[in-house]
């Protein structure tokens, strides 16, 4: 292409990464990307920067505006994440149509359907390579004073269809549940609040019995007694406040508990005796449980101008994490 055709496409904010990159990624397995995928990538990544392409323009494909980034983090080519951010001056908090971020698109599977959701290696090593550039944060406050905007992933920020943690909880996704606890990732008053009290039963309270049993625990239809039985007592366990289970408390409820000033009594006997029985949507209103306040979704610090804003309630000035 001459150079007047790469001035009308950066002008246009069109690459053809992103249909090259969806094309690569059609191959992905439930083991990843070939290393010649991924290294045919990368070729064409510096192709497109050496002639000049922006990295942060984005194209149509099928019914979303995707960004070249958002879709290499999908399909986990963390070569080519790394080396858009790091050399191609890639922005990972830069939206696309769905109001995704990298962060949000490193940690989905595109092979996921049904029953199948799990975190396959090359998505984790995205993930790991996104937080070794230090371009994710659990810091509400460090990413609202990023510079440039656009720079820094917030780890609990949400897409349109809600946090990276809320959409693991939905599909039982232990292994992406495991790797947001490590990281620091926590359950937002966005998060809890979108689930139903079926879905805190169903969802919310065995995923924290895995994650405290470390593998998945046995279900009652494999006969085991004791193993049926250390399953109920997990669950049982998860229902009360334990820091094991600290991040499947949203912050409502570390807020009130905070404010109750261990209610006069000495701050070890609140902390024993009353705190592990404060259930988690206790500091909640009733406007807040009954669905008729709705917290506005904390998106992507960029990207409103593609548009994916209109359908939702998004807003990067909410006070809460």
Request: charged share 20%; proline share 4%.
């Amino acid at each position: 292409a001459a150079a007047g055709d790469i001035d009308e496409l950066n002008t246009n904010e069109w690459t053809p990464l992103v249909g090259a990159i969806f094309r690569l990624g059609k191959n992905t397995t439930k083991n990843g990307n070939s290393v010649e995928s991924q290294e045919l990538l990368v070729r064409i990544i510096r192709a497109c920067h050496q002639r000049g392409i922006y990295a942060n323009s984005g194209a149509w494909f099928g019914a979303h505006y995707h960004r070249p980034l958002i879709v290499a983090a999908y399909y986990g080519y963390h070569s080519a994440v790394r080396l858009m951010i790091e050399s191609s001056g890639a922005l990972p908090d830069l939206g696309d149509g769905e109001g995704r971020n990298a962060w949000f698109a490193a940690l989905q599977n595109p092979l996921a359907s049904g029953a199948t959701h799990r975190l396959r290696e090359c998505d984790e090593q995205t993930a790991r390579a996104l937080l070794d550039m230090g371009v994710v944060t659990k810091d509400l406050g460090s990413w609202r004073r990023s510079n440039p905007k656009g720079s820094l992933c917030y780890m609990n920020g949400d897409s349109s269809i809600g946090s990276v943690m809320l959409r693991a909880l939905m599909n039982k996704n232990v292994g992406v549940i495991k790797f947001l606890c490590g990281a620091g990732g926590v359950l937002t008053d966005r998060d809890y609040l979108q689930l139903s009290t079926r879905e805190v039963k169903s969802r919310l309270l065995p995923m924290a019995a895995e994650v405290i049993a470390g593998t998945r625990t046995p279900t009652s239809s494999e006969g085991e007694t004791g193993a049926t039985e250390s399953r109920r007592h997990l669950l049982r366990t998860c229902m009360s406040w334990s820091q094991q289970v600290d991040w499947s408390f949203p912050p409502a409820w570390k807020v009130g508990v905070v404010l109750c000033e261990n209610c006069g009594l000495p701050p070890e006997i609140f902390r024993m005796y009353v705190v592990p029985f404060l259930g988690r949507d206790w500091f909640y209103t009733s406007l807040d449980l009954d669905g008729a306040r709705r917290r506005a979704l904390l998106g992507p610090s960029l990207g409103e101008r593609v548009g994916f804003s209109r359908r939702q309630e998004w807003s990067n000035l909410d006070g809460c994490c």
